[in-house]
């Protein structure tokens, strides 16, 4: 039997890693090795435990004040002996964390095989976003299997030489996440603070809009509920302290304001859908919203994800103050703009991800096991 090893750090790596670890979970021909190395530990084990998952493997390697570089150096100092003793056939892993390149580099001085799921987004520009797209293209180097979320993301990887028979398009598997998070009846107390009021969703966290950007993001929600007297935001606020210190001093004293600690992932999913819009600099964020029939304006210049722009389900808006106000105005503002995003077709799947991706690998190392026998 083929051993499958897969590591996650980051809450997001969780999520959209969660179908597929339960799908080799049930799958008679692999054997299941989850490693958590503990990047984001506490976000993580929140996730884990939501979606019943137990880790074989925690590496602990989360430390306070922690560097890229030191996440890194603890990964691959800690994974190697894990790997020598587990001996799997082949490593899965997701996206474009600083755990995914250091789990990726450890499995290649191993010699094992690399699965990537997620592969094949592109900025082109390494430091937008950072560290993750240089991260992604790093991998792409590395991995042996290149599971693409779209045509789009296959494009790029056949255009940076890499091998066509290696790359499958599978669709992203943060959809697939979606069957298993909605419902129907659903309530949670920050829907009842809003008493039934429409409200938009915020979520900020990523390193390039720490700072001025962000200052200036928040501004821009201020100058939203002016122009709305009767709308709420409502700002699950990242850990990073960077971001809760700004947004309290900023934000926590609107009456129309919600600040709440991150949500897990079930809630975030029917809280979302019970959404106006959502405003974000998530990449996550901007696969799912599509498939809940909400507009997102994404708070970066560039996105890794322009199947979604190019399908009129997103929309880059940037940091700037006023370039925000005047999109969320003109998005409420025009019925019929709005219903065009929110009714758009979602290009990254149709929840069927992770069932693509164990039948290529069962085909795989069916074959391979079957060419060893002979």
Not at 27 to 46: A, D, I, P, W
Not at 113 to 122: F, M, N, Q
Not at 129 to 152: C, G, I, K
């Amino acid at each position: 039997m083929c051993k499958i090893m897969c590591v996650v750090g980051t809450r997001p790596e969780v999520i959209k890693m969660a179908p597929l670890v339960h799908k080799i979970s049930q799958s008679n021909q692999f054997e299941l090795c989850l490693v958590t190395t503990g990047q984001h530990k506490e976000m993580v084990g929140q996730a884990m435990e939501l979606f019943q998952l137990k880790a074989d493997v925690d590496l602990e390697v989360m430390k306070a004040g922690q560097t890229l570089t030191s996440i890194t150096s603890r990964v691959l100092d800690r994974l190697e002996p894990v790997m020598q003793a587990e001996q799997p056939s082949v490593v899965l892993v997701h996206g474009d964390t600083t755990t995914t390149l250091a789990a990726s580099l450890a499995a290649f001085y191993q010699k094992v095989d690399i699965g990537h799921v997620e592969a094949g987004l592109r900025t082109y520009d390494k430091y937008a976003p950072y560290p993750e797209e240089m991260n992604r293209q790093l991998v792409s180097r590395l991995a042996d299997w290149h599971f693409a979320p779209t045509e789009l993301a296959r494009e790029n990887l056949l255009a940076e030489n890499i091998d066509a028979k290696s790359i499958q398009v599978t669709g992203n598997t943060a959809i697939d996440c979606l069957n298993l998070t909605l419902k129907q009846h659903y309530s949670h107390e920050l829907l009842e603070r809003m008493n039934g009021h429409e409200f938009i969703l915020v979520t900020v966290h990523r390193r390039e809009n720490l700072g001025v950007n962000m200052e200036h993001i928040f501004s821009a929600l201020l100058d939203i509920l002016d122009y709305f007297p009767n709308i709420h935001i409502l700002f699950p606020v990242h850990k990073n302290p960077v971001v809760r210190e700004l947004a309290e001093q900023m934000l926590q004293n609107h009456p129309r304001i919600h600040l709440s600690e991150p949500l897990n992932t079930v809630d975030f999913h029917n809280i979302a859908y019970r959404s106006l819009l959502i405003l974000t600099d998530s990449g996550g964020v901007q696969e799912e919203a599509p498939s809940l029939h909400k507009p997102v304006l994404v708070l970066r210049n560039q996105t890794e994800r322009p199947e979604g722009v190019d399908a009129g389900v997103l929309k880059l808006v940037g940091t700037d103050r006023e370039t925000i106000a005047q999109s969320v105005t003109a998005l409420l503002t025009d019925e019929r703009s709005y219903q065009q995003m929110a009714c758009g077709i979602n290009p990254y799947g149709d929840g069927q991800a992770a069932e693509r991706i164990i039948r290529v690998l069962e085909q795989h190392y069916a074959s391979a096991q079957a060419a060893g026998r002979e």
